[in-house]
């Protein structure tokens, strides 16, 4: 897990999404006074204030925040992760590094799972053993002839992937939501914190109140719920921080090199 990384690949998006929301519902309050493109020009460019984004953003009015699209790239994610994420469909869009066309004979890296990297160093070794010794076999099946495309069913779980990932503002925020509660696996959790962290700086308007359900209020998971409750001035670098610090480390000394 410590070499995935997530890059919003239009950063502007963000910005664009919270400026249609204001826009968007002040025309349904103000549709009499439109009488030409100028005039909704006019109020398509008009100022707005934080606390008027803050004030559209609890509106129970999703659809104002749908007025725009943000792509999100995770590299080094395993194909376990694409498994769980991919279960989100309701205008999210996936593009991912795919088995049928891509032969990884040589070319594969897996993701160490957190609990593996916290245990000793057999562990670590013990599991890449696993997966290397089913990517080998990949590769003699695909050396016969059989074809990367069977041969990918042999392909472990940790395998890396890259992944593409658009959605709404709106639906960035129900993923992160659902997906960073610790009821989720270690990987999952990392990557959607990541990629919150990133959203969070480009617009924290929008993003502020993106975490877990217990950051906004009772769990939802009732009597499956984890009992840790997560406050709601955490930040997703301090969430890492706390349950991740191996990563947490990886990241500040990798900052440090650069």
């Known amino acids: 897990m410590d070499r995935i990384e997530v890059k919003v690949l239009n950063p502007d998006a963000a910005a664009d999404a919270e400026k249609m929301m204001v826009c968007s519902a002040r025309l349904t309050q103000r549709g009499h006074q439109i009488k030409s493109m100028a005039d909704f020009m006019a109020l398509y460019e008009k100022e707005y204030r934080e606390d008027t984004a803050n004030v559209m953003t609890a509106l129970p009015h999703p659809t104002i925040q749908k007025f725009g699209v943000v792509n999100v790239v995770v590299t080094g994610a395993s194909r376990r992760f694409l498994a769980q994420i991919t279960r989100h469909q309701n205008e999210v869009k996936f593009m991912s590094a795919s088995l049928q066309y891509s032969d990884y004979s040589g070319e594969a890296a897996f993701v160490v799972p957190y609990k593996v990297l916290e245990f000793s160093g057999w ?121 991740y610090p191996l990563l947490a480390k990886t990241r500040r000394l990798a900052n440090e090199d650069a």
């Open 123 to 243: 562990a670590k070794d013990s599991y890449l053993r696993a997966c290397q010794q089913s990517m080998k076999e990949y590769a003699d099946f695909v050396n016969t002839g059989i074809g990367h495309d069977s041969a990918g069913y042999m392909a472990p779980q940790g395998l890396r992937n890259i992944l593409i990932i658009s959605a709404t503002p709106y639906q960035w925020k129900h993923m992160i939501g659902q997906r960073v509660c610790r009821r989720n696996t270690d990987e999952t959790r990392y990557v959607m914190l990541r990629i919150w962290e990133q959203l969070l700086g480009l617009c924290p308007t929008m993003f502020k109140d993106a975490g877990p359900f217990c950051m906004n209020g009772p769990c939802k998971e009732g009597k499956m719920a984890c009992g840790k409750v997560i406050s709601s001035q955490r930040s997703p670098f301090s969430i890492i921080a706390a349950d």
